[in-house]
């Protein structure tokens, strides 16, 4: 996946709505249930679903202007959940995946040592948490703001659409992107409506190569 490089400001970028959007490139990417067998050891529980990954494309289209990266992010969720009811409700959400080290998974989110960092959205919050996880189970959060992480979301003809943008340079520990450099990068989607939170979501398979233009 390409970043192309715009001379865009960021407070337009983060619109989702906005004009550079709408003439970016954009990928749709097939979302598959995540393996949840292979959380066995982790939670018994979750292991045994059977029901997750409702949500099966995700349309992804990336621009960076030489300090930020944005990713606009569209799915289709004509019952979308931006709000809980009750103790048995989730809501919708997105989140994109990077490696902070040669050889990290996406699929097993990290490892012991080969940590990954994920810039994650819930719907009803015009902000979102950064998450730096080495395996299952290992999550940390902290709140994104504090890293310039930012997100805004509209949801519009049965779909959502929301931007992430960070600086690509937010410091140790979390992924850093260069001009003209290269990564990684994945995704997941949660269906509230069909409960999923945690491991209970679709995904995007394996880091996919990705490229910053100059
Ligand atoms: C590759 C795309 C993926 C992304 C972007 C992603 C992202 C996330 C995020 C943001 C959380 C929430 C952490 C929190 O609550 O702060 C999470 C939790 C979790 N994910 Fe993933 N994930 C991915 C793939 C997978 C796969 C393939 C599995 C299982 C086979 C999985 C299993 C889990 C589990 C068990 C949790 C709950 C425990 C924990 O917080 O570590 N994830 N994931």
């Not at 709000?83 to 919708?92: N, T």
């Amino acid at each position: 996946m390409k970043a192309a490089r715009v001379k865009v400001a960021i407070a337009v970028l983060a619109d989702p709505a906005a004009r550079p959007w709408a003439r970016a490139a954009s990928e749709t990417l097939r979302m598959v249930p995540t393996p949840l067998a292979l959380v066995r050891e982790v939670s018994p529980l979750l292991a045994r679903s059977t029901d997750h990954g409702q949500v099966t494309a995700l349309s992804v289209a990336l621009l960076h202007n030489g300090e930020e990266l944005a990713l606009r992010l569209s799915w289709a969720a004509p019952k979308p959940v931006d709000s809980l009811v009750d103790l048995d409700r989730f809501v919708d959400g997105v989140a994109a995946i990077f490696p902070l080290a040669e050889g990290a998974s996406a699929v097993t989110m990290g490892s012991p040592g080969r940590p990954a960092n994920a810039w994650y959205w819930k719907a009803g919050a015009d902000a979102a948490w950064d998450v730096v996880a080495e395996g299952y189970g290992s999550s940390r959060r902290s709140a994104g703001a504090a890293l310039g992480l930012g997100a805004r979301a509209l949801h519009d003809d049965g779909h959502w659409q929301v931007v992430l943008h960070r600086p690509l340079d937010a410091g140790a520990g979390h992924v850093r992107f260069t001009p003209g450099g290269s990564g990684g990068i994945a995704f997941a989607v949660w269906s509230g409506v069909n409960r999923e939170r945690s491991g209970r979501k679709s995904f995007s398979g394996e880091f996919l190569p990705l490229e910053l233009g100059r």
